[in-house]
Structures are given as C-alpha cells and as structure tokens.
C-alpha cells in the first residue's frame, strides 16, 4: 500500500525477520527473529515492508511497516509506532463516487428532498460532536461554547454539518472532493455574515490537506463518509495526521450487517427511495470493531460507539444501544507526538522491541523447531 514490496503466506508458514548490522568490519551473526499466531482454523498474515535502511554508522535493518493477522472475522494490526504511515501516492477519493454526488449536488439543503435524513441526523451528531468537545475545555463562552477550536469538516457536501458547528463558534474548514458541492455550501453560507467570517470551503481531499498541513485541528469530523472512500486505512491515517495530539475524531457511517444490508440497501434505495439508487455499496461498510481496530493502530483511543436509529416514517434519528445500522465513534488522538529521531535511535529501539518478542516467544520457536 505504501510503495513497499509485499509478501505473504498463509497455512502453517511463519514469517521471520532478519536484521544484520554491520560496524567497520565487525560483522554480528545474523538473527532470525519469529513469532506465529496459532488457530485451529486456517490464518493468513500480509506484512508490507520497506526496503534495507542505512544509517549514517552503517547500520542496516528491515522495517516494517504494517503487519495484519486475518483469522476468520477479528482483525488486528500492529506497527511500529515511530513510522510515518499516510501516503498521498494513492487517492481516498472514489471517482465514481464522485459521479453520483455531482448530479445531486444542487440539492442539499432542500429539507424535503433526499437529504432529509441528513438534515434530521444534525439532532444527533452535532450535540454528540459539541458535548465531547466541550469535555476537554476548562471553561467555553455561552452561545459559542466552541470558540476557539479549528474544526475539519471532510467530506462536507453542501455544508449541512459545517455551518451548526460554526453556529457554535469553531472555525470550521469544509473540503468536499466534488467542486458543485462545495459551490452550493459556499452560496449558502453567504447569506450569514457570521458564518461567511468563520468557515473555510475548498474543493480538494483530504490527502492534499495532509500534504500542506499536520496537527492542525482540534477536531476531525467525518460524517457519513467513510463508507465512500476507495481506502479506509488510508483515509484514517490521514485524519490522524491533520489532528493535534489529544484532537477527537468523530465519525459517523453504517455497519456492516445483513441487516444494513436488507434496510440500508434493497429497502431505502431500492423499494422505498429514501436514498437514490447507488448511493451505497455494501460491501465499503465497516463494522465498529474493524474500525475500532484500525483506529487504535493509528494511534486513536476509542472513547464511545453509540448505535442511531432511523425512523422513514417520522424522520427522526435516535440513539439506540444496537449498532447492527448506523452508529457514530468518538476517538482521541494520543498525546504523544510522534517526532522525526536520528537513524540510531531508531535502530535502538527496533533492536529493543525484537528482543522483548524473542525473550517472550521463546515458546511459539520451539514449537516451530518441532
């Protein structure tokens, strides 16, 4: 994914790492380091890797970058946490995606129209959105209980969550990949003088925000978005790269369920048109604990996931302990800063951290012996 090789294998195969280094002309004897996860089933790894790295002292060592261990439906993925992992070589943004919300782009604030559930879905997520924010701040002014935050509203459309966050006093930045729709929530804002001062649209994604920017927003808002984008572990990252070290996260999309399935696809775009035809695609839903997981592997403490119901025939969302259909996620950036350190500290640190696994899988190599 990031422009490394990638290897993989799968039954009872284990994947070793070796790490030569080499000083003057002293030469240590290779290792070989390797652990395995066990299941009765059948399992599958894939690590991508980037190529031999040299230090200044000639020092030589195999990175990886990302290793995933698939076994049946859990997922997890461990890194190591000093690497740099988004990548603006690949896009997030779906181009066909793109076509399907070009043609609607003149109709986001009609209330009545096929954006209706959005328009009913802001009782929910802007005060799930205000109330966890306003948990880290000491003290806020009434009537902009969020002044002073620098909010990045991606995938904003034609604005219907950027402008109530902006009523509540936050500079809000709304990006939106689909130039109609950020021309629609320009015009639209225009005719609020207070809202034209604090919010910010541009037409461009979130990888081109990454390139010019990082930890810059107090808050990263992704409403009803990731179940559009043509790589999630990407865009994830990305969202983390923009956000200053103890920002939220807030996401809100749709599980990945037989039953968002049945309701979220064959009935509300199929039989009843609440959503046009090809809005969704099933098979882009997340569930909350593959999201949880790529979340955490990025650095996101997940803090709350509360499902939300949808009622066609009142119009109205509510809260629901069930996340089998739509849910929303709030997640916090750790607040250690992930600073660039010399070649040999690095090394250090990675030589450490094999060490630990080789003292604490001596058990899983003596098995692999037999």
């Excluded at 040999?344 to 012996?369: H, M, P, W």
């Amino acid at each position: 994914m990031w422009g490394g090789r990638k290897l993989s294998c799968s039954g009872n195969r284990f994947l070793g790492v070796v790490i030569s280094r080499y000083r003057g002309t002293q030469t240590e004897s290779t290792r070989l380091i390797t652990s395995a996860v066990y299941s009765e089933n059948q399992f599958s790894w894939t690590p991508q890797t980037k190529p031999w790295v040299f230090s200044e002292y000639r020092i030589m060592w195999f990175k990886s970058y990302r290793m995933t261990f698939a076994c049946l439906n859990r997922i997890k993925i461990y890194r190591y946490p000093w690497t740099r992992l988004y990548s603006t070589s690949r896009t997030t943004v779906d181009s066909s995606e793109v076509k399907t919300f070009l043609a609607l782009a003149h109709r986001w604030w009609d209330e009545q129209g096929i954006y209706a559930p959005l328009h009913s879905m802001n009782d929910l997520r802007v005060p799930f959105i205000r109330d966890n924010l306003l948990k880290t701040v000491a003290d806020h002014q009434p009537g902009k209980p969020l002044s002073g935050m620098k909010i990045l509203d991606v995938g904003c459309g034609g604005g219907l969550l950027t402008e109530p966050l902006g009523r509540l006093g936050a500079s809000v930045t709304g990006i939106d990949p689909v130039d109609e729709n950020i021309n629609t929530a320009q015009h639209h804002k225009s005719f609020d003088p207070i809202l034209d001062k604090r919010i910010e649209y541009r037409a461009c994604s979130l990888e081109e925000i990454v390139e010019e920017t990082t930890e810059a927003f107090d808050a990263v808002v992704a409403s009803e978005v990731v179940e559009h984008v043509i790589d999630l572990e990407t865009f994830i990252q990305c969202c983390c790269q923009v956000l200053k070290p103890g920002g939220s996260l807030f996401i809100t999309t749709i599980n990945k369920t037989q039953l968002s399935y049945a309701l979220g696809i064959v009935f509300a775009e199929q039989i009843a048109g609440i959503v046009p035809k090809g809005t969704h695609t099933w098979e882009k839903f997340v569930s909350p604990e593959k999201l949880e997981s790529i979340l955490e592997s990025n650095g996101l403490s997940v803090q709350s996931v509360a499902g939300m119901l949808y009622n066609p025939f009142s119009g109205y969302w509510h809260w629901s302990e069930n996340t089998s259909l739509n849910y929303a996620a709030h997640a916090v950036k750790s607040g250690v800063q992930d600073h660039p350190v010399p070649d040999e500290f690095v090394f250090k640190g990675e030589t450490e951290e094999l060490r630990g696994q080789d003292s604490t899988n001596a058990g899983a190599q003596e098995e692999l012996k037999k």
